[in-house]
Protein backbone atom coordinates (compact mmCIF):
# COMPACT_ATOMS: atom_id res chain seq x y z
CA UNK A 1 0.00 0.00 0.00
CA UNK A 2 2.41 2.89 -0.83
CA UNK A 3 1.10 6.22 -0.10
CA UNK A 4 1.44 8.59 -3.48
CA UNK A 5 0.70 12.38 -3.62
CA UNK A 6 2.60 15.11 -5.59
CA UNK A 7 5.03 16.06 -2.96
CA UNK A 8 8.75 14.92 -2.82
CA UNK A 9 9.75 11.93 -0.82
CA UNK A 10 12.30 12.01 1.92
CA UNK A 11 11.82 8.82 3.03
CA UNK A 12 10.27 5.75 0.67
CA UNK A 13 10.09 2.54 1.64
CA UNK A 14 9.46 -0.11 -1.54
CA UNK A 15 7.79 -3.17 -1.01
CA UNK A 16 10.16 -4.40 1.69
CA UNK A 17 10.54 -8.09 3.11
CA UNK A 18 12.97 -9.03 6.01
CA UNK A 19 13.91 -12.32 6.38
CA UNK A 20 15.92 -13.33 9.76
CA UNK A 21 17.13 -17.03 10.52
CA UNK A 22 16.32 -18.28 14.09
CA UNK A 23 17.92 -21.27 15.91
CA UNK A 24 17.80 -22.65 12.16
CA UNK A 25 13.85 -21.39 11.27
CA UNK A 26 12.51 -18.67 9.32
CA UNK A 27 11.39 -15.91 10.30
CA UNK A 28 9.55 -12.90 8.25
CA UNK A 29 9.72 -9.56 10.21
CA UNK A 30 8.21 -7.52 7.36
CA UNK A 31 6.69 -8.54 4.40
CA UNK A 32 5.52 -6.27 1.28
CA UNK A 33 5.93 -3.57 3.07
CA UNK A 34 5.44 0.34 1.93
CA UNK A 35 5.88 3.61 3.54
CA UNK A 36 6.71 7.19 2.13
CA UNK A 37 7.52 9.91 4.22
CA UNK A 38 7.36 13.85 2.94
CA UNK A 39 10.38 15.93 3.98
CA UNK A 40 9.88 17.68 7.25
CA UNK A 41 7.28 15.29 8.09
CA UNK A 42 6.48 14.12 11.78
CA UNK A 43 5.32 10.34 11.14
CA UNK A 44 4.41 7.66 13.74
CA UNK A 45 4.68 3.94 13.53
CA UNK A 46 2.77 1.66 15.70
CA UNK A 47 2.07 -1.90 16.00
CA UNK A 48 1.90 -5.40 18.20
CA UNK A 49 5.21 -6.14 19.43
CA UNK A 50 7.06 -8.74 17.23
CA UNK A 51 5.69 -6.18 14.20
CA UNK A 52 9.19 -5.18 12.87
CA UNK A 53 8.80 -2.08 13.59
CA UNK A 54 12.45 -1.70 15.00
CA UNK A 55 13.59 -3.67 12.05
CA UNK A 56 11.91 -0.60 9.73
CA UNK A 57 14.10 2.06 11.49
CA UNK A 58 17.58 0.19 11.00
CA UNK A 59 16.78 -0.61 7.39
CA UNK A 60 16.23 3.16 7.66
CA UNK A 61 19.09 4.21 9.09
CA UNK A 62 21.34 1.83 7.35
CA UNK A 63 22.20 -0.57 10.47
CA UNK A 64 20.50 -3.07 8.32
CA UNK A 65 19.70 -4.37 4.78
CA UNK A 66 16.29 -5.59 3.46
CA UNK A 67 15.98 -9.15 2.15
CA UNK A 68 14.33 -7.79 -0.73
CA UNK A 69 12.63 -4.33 -2.21
CA UNK A 70 14.52 -0.64 -1.60
CA UNK A 71 14.94 2.03 1.28
CA UNK A 72 15.48 5.17 -0.28
CA UNK A 73 16.09 8.47 1.80
CA UNK A 74 15.89 11.82 -0.64
CA UNK A 75 15.43 9.08 -3.73
CA UNK A 76 19.26 7.71 -3.22
CA UNK A 77 19.26 4.03 -1.87
CA UNK A 78 19.93 3.54 1.57
CA UNK A 79 23.32 1.37 1.24
CA UNK A 80 24.58 1.84 5.06
CA UNK A 81 24.22 4.38 7.90
CA UNK A 82 24.67 8.04 6.78
CA UNK A 83 25.19 11.64 8.38
CA UNK A 84 21.76 12.51 6.84
CA UNK A 85 20.17 9.84 9.48
CA UNK A 86 20.34 9.86 13.32
CA UNK A 87 19.07 7.47 15.63
CA UNK A 88 17.45 8.16 19.26
CA UNK A 89 16.88 5.31 20.87
CA UNK A 90 14.84 3.88 24.06
CA UNK A 91 18.19 2.78 25.41
CA UNK A 92 20.33 5.86 25.45
CA UNK A 93 24.02 4.52 25.84
CA UNK A 94 24.83 7.56 27.04
CA UNK A 95 28.85 7.88 28.46
CA UNK A 96 28.74 7.78 32.10
CA UNK A 97 32.58 9.34 32.24
CA UNK A 98 31.76 12.45 29.77
CA UNK A 99 29.62 15.34 30.64
CA UNK A 100 26.32 16.68 29.11
CA UNK A 101 28.10 18.52 26.89
CA UNK A 102 30.77 16.25 26.31
CA UNK A 103 28.19 13.88 25.26
CA UNK A 104 25.86 16.35 23.45
CA UNK A 105 29.69 17.09 21.30
CA UNK A 106 31.00 13.47 20.72
CA UNK A 107 29.08 13.27 17.83
CA UNK A 108 30.43 16.38 16.18
CA UNK A 109 33.74 15.43 17.26
CA UNK A 110 33.88 11.84 15.20
CA UNK A 111 33.24 13.85 12.31
CA UNK A 112 36.42 15.63 12.40
CA UNK A 113 35.67 18.57 14.66
CA UNK A 114 38.17 20.25 17.19
CA UNK A 115 37.27 19.20 20.45
CA UNK A 116 36.78 22.73 21.49
CA UNK A 117 34.75 23.64 18.60
CA UNK A 118 32.69 21.06 18.92
CA UNK A 119 31.91 21.69 22.09
CA UNK A 120 31.11 25.27 21.20
CA UNK A 121 28.54 24.08 18.54
CA UNK A 122 27.04 21.77 21.09
CA UNK A 123 26.15 24.67 23.29
CA UNK A 124 23.06 25.28 21.21
CA UNK A 125 21.90 22.23 21.88
CA UNK A 126 21.95 22.52 25.50
CA UNK A 127 19.67 25.34 25.15
CA UNK A 128 17.80 24.33 22.75
CA UNK A 129 16.64 21.08 25.04
CA UNK A 130 16.71 23.25 28.18
CA UNK A 131 19.68 21.67 30.26
CA UNK A 132 21.52 25.48 30.64
CA UNK A 133 23.27 24.91 34.03
CA UNK A 134 23.90 20.90 33.49
CA UNK A 135 26.73 21.25 31.29
CA UNK A 136 29.01 20.09 33.20
CA UNK A 137 27.03 17.11 34.83
CA UNK A 138 27.23 13.33 34.29
CA UNK A 139 24.57 11.23 33.38
CA UNK A 140 24.80 9.21 36.51
CA UNK A 141 23.22 12.55 38.23
CA UNK A 142 20.45 13.56 35.74
CA UNK A 143 16.83 12.13 36.02
CA UNK A 144 15.16 10.12 33.26
CA UNK A 145 13.70 12.54 31.17
CA UNK A 146 17.40 15.02 31.55
CA UNK A 147 19.00 11.69 29.88
CA UNK A 148 16.80 12.02 27.13
CA UNK A 149 17.13 15.18 26.53
CA UNK A 150 20.88 15.05 26.21
CA UNK A 151 20.26 11.85 23.88
CA UNK A 152 18.17 14.06 21.45
CA UNK A 153 20.86 16.85 21.64
CA UNK A 154 23.80 14.45 20.57
CA UNK A 155 21.83 13.22 17.56
CA UNK A 156 20.67 16.68 16.61
CA UNK A 157 24.01 18.49 16.92
CA UNK A 158 25.24 16.00 14.12
CA UNK A 159 22.45 17.66 11.92
CA UNK A 160 21.07 15.09 10.30
CA UNK A 161 18.11 15.78 8.01
CA UNK A 162 16.13 12.40 9.09
CA UNK A 163 15.41 11.72 12.88
CA UNK A 164 14.77 8.23 13.62
CA UNK A 165 13.17 7.31 17.23
CA UNK A 166 12.38 3.99 18.38
CA UNK A 167 10.79 4.49 21.64
CA UNK A 168 12.57 6.79 22.93
CA UNK A 169 10.02 7.88 25.91
CA UNK A 170 8.63 4.31 26.80
CA UNK A 171 10.92 3.98 29.93
CA UNK A 172 9.85 7.52 31.32
CA UNK A 173 7.30 7.68 34.29
CA UNK A 174 3.58 8.89 32.36
CA UNK A 175 4.40 12.98 33.36
CA UNK A 176 7.66 13.27 32.44
CA UNK A 177 7.01 10.99 29.21
CA UNK A 178 4.66 14.02 28.80
CA UNK A 179 6.46 16.76 28.97
CA UNK A 180 8.94 14.53 26.78
CA UNK A 181 6.79 15.38 24.14
CA UNK A 182 5.83 18.16 24.33
CA UNK A 183 9.40 19.07 24.08
CA UNK A 184 9.86 16.92 21.19
CA UNK A 185 7.26 19.21 19.07
CA UNK A 186 8.60 22.05 19.99
CA UNK A 187 12.04 21.09 18.72
CA UNK A 188 10.55 19.42 15.59
CA UNK A 189 9.04 22.80 15.50
CA UNK A 190 11.65 24.50 15.08
CA UNK A 191 13.97 22.44 13.12
CA UNK A 192 11.61 20.93 11.46
CA UNK A 193 13.39 17.51 10.88
CA UNK A 194 11.87 14.63 8.81
CA UNK A 195 10.72 12.50 11.53
CA UNK A 196 9.95 8.16 12.12
CA UNK A 197 8.56 7.48 15.52
CA UNK A 198 8.28 4.22 16.75
CA UNK A 199 5.58 4.18 19.50
CA UNK A 200 3.22 1.36 21.60
CA UNK A 201 1.25 4.18 22.74
CA UNK A 202 -1.69 5.17 20.24
CA UNK A 203 -1.98 8.23 23.02
CA UNK A 204 1.58 8.97 21.88
CA UNK A 205 0.96 8.70 18.12
CA UNK A 206 -1.91 10.78 17.88
CA UNK A 207 -0.38 13.51 19.58
CA UNK A 208 2.97 14.05 18.41
CA UNK A 209 2.23 12.35 14.53
CA UNK A 210 1.40 14.62 11.52
CA UNK A 211 0.56 10.63 9.96
CA UNK A 212 0.61 7.25 11.95
CA UNK A 213 1.01 4.33 10.12
CA UNK A 214 -0.01 0.88 11.82
CA UNK A 215 1.65 -2.42 11.11
CA UNK A 216 -0.05 -5.54 11.04
CA UNK A 217 0.97 -8.53 13.59
CA UNK A 218 4.09 -10.22 12.05
CA UNK A 219 5.21 -10.28 9.21
CA UNK A 220 4.74 -6.43 9.31
CA UNK A 221 2.69 -4.95 6.14
CA UNK A 222 0.49 -1.69 7.06
CA UNK A 223 -2.93 -2.25 8.02
CA UNK A 224 -3.68 1.30 7.57
CA UNK A 225 -3.02 5.32 7.49
CA UNK A 226 -4.18 7.68 9.70
CA UNK A 227 -3.83 11.22 8.37
CA UNK A 228 -3.99 13.42 12.03
CA UNK A 229 -3.69 16.79 10.39
CA UNK A 230 -5.23 18.22 13.69
CA UNK A 231 -3.35 21.86 14.83
CA UNK A 232 -0.52 21.63 17.66
CA UNK A 233 -0.78 22.23 20.53
CA UNK A 234 -3.13 18.96 20.51
CA UNK A 235 -5.43 18.23 24.00
CA UNK A 236 -5.70 14.99 24.92
CA UNK A 237 -9.23 15.39 25.84
CA UNK A 238 -10.37 17.25 22.44
CA UNK A 239 -13.32 15.10 20.85
CA UNK A 240 -10.96 15.78 17.50
CA UNK A 241 -8.07 13.85 18.91
CA UNK A 242 -10.26 11.15 20.55
CA UNK A 243 -11.22 10.50 17.22
CA UNK A 244 -8.18 9.97 15.54
CA UNK A 245 -7.19 7.63 18.50
CA UNK A 246 -10.38 5.54 17.87
CA UNK A 247 -9.49 5.20 14.09
CA UNK A 248 -6.21 4.08 15.04
CA UNK A 249 -7.12 1.81 17.86
CA UNK A 250 -10.10 0.49 15.14
CA UNK A 251 -6.79 -0.76 12.65
CA UNK A 252 -4.79 -2.02 15.22
CA UNK A 253 -6.79 -3.99 18.29
CA UNK A 254 -7.21 -6.86 15.44
CA UNK A 255 -3.79 -7.43 14.78
CA UNK A 256 -2.82 -6.89 18.39
CA UNK A 257 -5.21 -10.14 18.98
CA UNK A 258 -3.91 -11.97 16.53
CA UNK A 259 -0.42 -12.04 18.48
CA UNK A 260 -2.73 -13.26 21.64
CA UNK A 261 -4.10 -16.25 19.14
CA UNK A 262 -1.00 -17.68 17.71
CA UNK A 263 0.73 -16.99 20.99
CA UNK A 264 3.22 -14.93 18.98
CA UNK A 265 5.96 -12.90 21.43
CA UNK A 266 8.46 -10.45 20.49
CA UNK A 267 11.16 -12.32 18.48
CA UNK A 268 14.11 -9.75 20.24
CA UNK A 269 14.67 -6.15 20.88
CA UNK A 270 15.04 -5.66 16.93
CA UNK A 271 12.11 -7.09 15.77
CA UNK A 272 9.54 -5.05 18.09
Given at each position: ???????????????????????????????????????????????????????????????????????LAY??????????????????????????????????????????????????????????????????????????????????????????????????????????????????????????????????????????????ARP?????????????????????????????????????????????????????
Open positions: MMRCDEQSTGIEVRGVRKEFSVDGRLVVALDGLDLAVRPNEFTVVVGPSGCGKTTLLYLVAGFDSPTSGRVSSDVTGPGRDRGVVFQDLALFPWRTVLGNIAFGLEMQGLARERAREAARQYVDLVGLQGFENAYPNTLSGGMKQRVALARTLACEPDVLLMDEPFGALDVQTRHLMQEELVHIWEAKRKTVIFVTHSVSEAVYLGDTVYVLTGRVKGIVDVNLPRPRDARDDRVLDKRGEVMALLESEVRKTFAFGDVERDSQDS
